[in-house]
Nanobody, 126 residues
Framework: QFQLVESGGGLVQPGGSLRLSCAASGFNFDYYAIGWFRQVPGKEREGVSCISSSGRSTNYADSVKGRFTISRDNSKKTVYLQMNSLKPEDTAIYYC???????????????????WGQGTQVIVSS
């Protein structure tokens, strides 16, 4: 069964760091691009970062470029989002998703497989 499970969120002070994980099961993880998205209640979900199936290509939204790093370990079927220098405006629920394609479309996925998971909450506050 196709599944992506996000974890690693929490409460952190401005300037702090968190590492999110996206664990996959039920599909050929190695073949597909994976993206991270975030959503603030009352606002549209937005793309944050995307990584190609091989991991060689990574892309970021301007708002997180230079602060966030996406990576993947295909042997563990997991994608990570290392978030440094966190700001209050990074507060959101973070979701991961998979594409049916091995490549990204800039920092978002060209399409999306399955339904959204539960996400993981990130709160940046002093």
């Amino acid at each position: 069964q196709f599944q992506l499970v996000e974890s690693g969120g929490g409460l952190v002070q401005p300037g702090g760091s968190l590492r999110l994980s996206c664990a996959a099961s039920g599909f050929n993880f190695d073949y597909y691009a994976i993206g991270w998205f975030r959503q603030v209640p009352g606002k549209e979900r937005e793309g944050v970062s995307c990584i190609s199936s091989s991991g060689r290509s990574t892309n970021y939204a301007d708002s997180v470029k230079g602060r966030f790093t996406i990576s993947r370990d295909n042997s563990k079927k997991t994608v990570y989002l290392q978030m440094n220098s966190l700001k209050p405006e990074d507060t959101a629920i973070y979701y991961c998703a998979a594409s049916s394609q091995p490549y990204c479309s800039a920092y978002v996925l060209p399409d999306r497989l399955g339904t959204w998971g539960q996400g993981t909450q990130v709160i940046v506050s002093s």
